[in-house]
């Protein structure tokens, strides 16, 4: 099983909401990540888990705010969006950091 | 010089010949190499690893690394147009300490029946 599952699939946000991003896996890994892919680019990393523990952040805005409140679960707060932050937010998870990783079906977010 | 490089394409192949997609990198240390296919409006999926020098094959599908040049390829076999999409290469990388994976733009193939 090389399942990742994202909630929502889709998600219309304004500017001033507060919103979560939600993302599980049942495979035992330890890394899991934030990725940001706008259309006809590629994915662009944002954050590493590495055992529930933050291990990198791409210099990522504080509106978006990174949980791991275990090591199956992954969320994405978001708040205070800008248009220019809709996009396709993928998760992805791995055995270690460095591993091949497997990606959810993502969230697409379009923030008005 | 990008981390990673493809072309971006697209590669128009005829039904049943056969695709060869390349990606170069720029980290002499990096171990691990990894494709990815990605449909249209679709998240990536991971279709090939490898680690070592040499081919690595599964199914219709090659991969092909060399470390020395810093080059690592993906061939298609009896390429059919449901492998029509893009594909990414991603290579495992050491940045600040820590193992990234990082991916190149992309290469788009366009199989023609």
């Known amino acids: 099983d090389t399942e990742v599952t994202q909630t929502p699939k889709h998600l219309v946000m304004g500017m001033t909401n507060k919103k979560s991003l939600k993302c599980e896996q049942h495979m035992g890994h330890r890394a899991m990540y934030w990725y940001k892919q706008k259309a006809k680019k590629p994915p662009e990393l944002m954050f590493v888990y590495s055992y529930e523990k933050l291990s990198i952040n791409e210099s990522v805005p504080s509106r978006f705010s990174p949980e791991c409140p275990n090591s199956s679960l992954l969320n994405l707060h978001l708040h205070a969006l800008q248009p220019e932050d809709s996009a396709l937010y993928l998760c992805?998870?791995?055995?270690?950091?460095?591993?091949?990783?497997?990606f959810g079906q993502g969230t697409r977010l379009t923030v008005v | 010089q990008k981390e990673v490089e493809q072309n971006s394409g697209p590669l128009s192949v005829p039904e049943g010949a056969i695709a060869s997609l390349n990606c170069t990198y720029s980290?002499?240390?990096?171990?691990?190499f990894f494709w990815y296919r990605q449909y249209s409006g679709k998240s990536p999926e991971l279709i090939m690893s490898i680690y070592s020098n040499g081919d690595k094959e599964d199914g219709r599908f090659t991969a092909q690394l060399n470390k020395a040049s810093q080059y690592v390829s993906l061939l298609i076999r009896d390429s059919q147009p449901s492998d029509s999409a893009t594909y990414l290469c991603?290579?495992?990388?050491?940045?600040?300490?820590?193992?990234?994976?990082?991916f190149g733009t992309g290469t788009k193939l366009q199989v023609i029946p």
């Open positions: 991603a290579v495992n990388l050491y940045s600040g300490g820590y193992q990234k994976v990082t």
């Open positions: 992805a998870s791995s055995r270690l950091t460095g591993a091949e990783a497997f």
């Open positions: 980290d002499r240390g990096s171990q691990s």
